[in-house]
């Protein structure tokens, strides 16, 4: 490279390329870390739908086939 082309490259530190690059990748990281917590979110509220759903399933088994009564009233 001369020294004419080396004039010419942006620089990297400063208000150059390097800070953009940064704020890209930090802005990316947050939206995928909150895309993440919203999947945990449906998770946790899906399992606790399936969770009460086997409960009551469970329970109307005990009420038809255990002697009438569910075992953790």
Do not use: H
């Not at 942006?10 to 208000?15: M, Q, Y």
């Not at 940064?22 to 895309?35: K, N, V």
Request: proline share 5%; glycine share 8%.
């Amino acid at each position: 490279m001369t020294d004419e082309q080396i004039q010419w490259m942006p620089p990297l530190v400063g208000d150059g390329v390097l800070p953009s690059i940064l704020a890209w990748q930090s802005a990316c990281t947050a939206l995928a870390l909150q895309a993440q917590q919203e999947q945990l979110k449906l998770l946790s509220s899906w399992q606790g739908m399936a969770s009460n759903f086997q409960r009551e399933l469970w329970d109307s088994w005990i009420a038809r086939f255990g002697g009438g009564v569910p075992l953790d009233a």
